[in-house]
């Protein structure tokens, strides 16, 4: 893989990898965060189980958000 400009892009290594079995199915997920962002991982990760939640019709108890 090469920029516009011609010069060799390094490959980055995932920040994270999460890996789940549904169905039979193994899914593997590789998490790359903007390194001069200001979030932490805890905090994106708290917005996804809020929207999830939501789109649910299910706002969790604040004690499961805490586990």
């Given at each position: 893989?090469?920029?516009q400009d011609?010069?060799?892009?390094?490959p980055r290594t995932p920040d994270?990898?999460?890996?789940?079995?549904r169905n039979g199915q193994t899914i593997v997920a590789e998490l790359f965060f903007?390194?001069?962002?200001?979030?932490?991982?805890?905090?994106?990760l708290l917005k996804v189980i809020?929207?999830?939640?939501l789109q649910d019709s299910q706002e969790p108890e604040k004690m499961e958000i805490l586990r």
């Amino acid at each position: 893989m090469a920029e516009q400009d011609g010069t060799p892009v390094v490959p980055r290594t995932p920040d994270s990898i999460i890996t789940t079995q549904r169905n039979g199915q193994t899914i593997v997920a590789e998490l790359f965060f903007n390194q001069s962002g200001t979030e932490t991982f805890s905090d994106k990760l708290l917005k996804v189980i809020l929207a999830d939640s939501l789109q649910d019709s299910q706002e969790p108890e604040k004690m499961e958000i805490l586990r």
